[in-house]
């Protein structure tokens, strides 16, 4: 990796770092989830970085991937379990990171800690040519020894620029099939779920988020409005996740547009996982980068 990629990294690394710190401070009881999403939001372009997801506010039995639409009414409320999930990009090259937070109550702070444990055990062991499923039975152990399961199947990721998911997965179980081995410079985020449910998550109702895919289905389509919608979209997102309230800004009616342009192929809408068995899920989640003497947290 040369120096000037490895800054940006690093610049990316600190503006998701502090986006999820200010982040966590405004989710209160009562406040709206989608002021605070946009806020966070606004934090990563005015310090100079790109979104590289739309922020993740997943509550409770809710492990992942929901954030609000446009006109979203939904509040925080006494005792939530809520995860913050934050990627920042600066010219491609992504920063993830995510936390646990438990508004007015400590009913579950042992699970915050216990999935803390779990990420700090596993960022303590990850170095190059090491086995993914080593790492995935590090948290594992960690998990059951404090009471908990890992979430079987949600993974931490190799990151690239433009790309969130690159190719190798980082398990939260022993994986035997797993035969990833990250190398030196090699980007990777490192995210345990813990739970007091079945561990494992299954697909809900949508969750806001929105992904376009290959262009091949774009030559077939021969709705001009969809296609130069389906451009402006590209442009815009690059190969990265984006909202419906991002889209929301570039069409009007966005809901309907979304709907046709995910039946005609044109994008992936990601459905919110949610606990097996509606259990309680905490998250925690750096990204560091392979070095040789084991990995650098840029977050």
Known sequence: MNEE????????????????????????????????????????LTAGAGIAFPVNISINHVAAHYSPHHADTTMFKKGDVVKLDVGAHVDGYIADTAETIEIGTTHYTPMITAVNKALDNAITEMRADISLTT??????TTLNNLGYKPIENLTGHSLQKYELHAGLSVPNVADRFNRGKPQIDDVIAIEPFATNGAGRVISSEGSNIYLCTSSLSQKLVRDTHIRTIYQRFKKEFHSLPFAQRWAEKITSNSAFTLRKMTFLGLLK?????????????????HTVII????CEVIT
């Open 5 to 44: 990629i490895y800054d940006r990294y690093r610049q990316a690394g600190e503006i998701a770092k502090k986006a999820r710190t200010q982040g966590l401070s405004l989710i209160k009881e009562k406040t709206l989830l989608l002021s605070v999403v946009t806020e966070i939001e606004d934090m990563i």
């Open 135 to 140: 790492i995935g039975k590090t948290v594992e």
């Open 269 to 285: 809408h990601y459905p919110q996982l949610i606990e097996a068995n509606k259990g309680i899920v905490t998250q925690k989640e």
């Open 291 to 294: 070095t040789e003497q084991g």
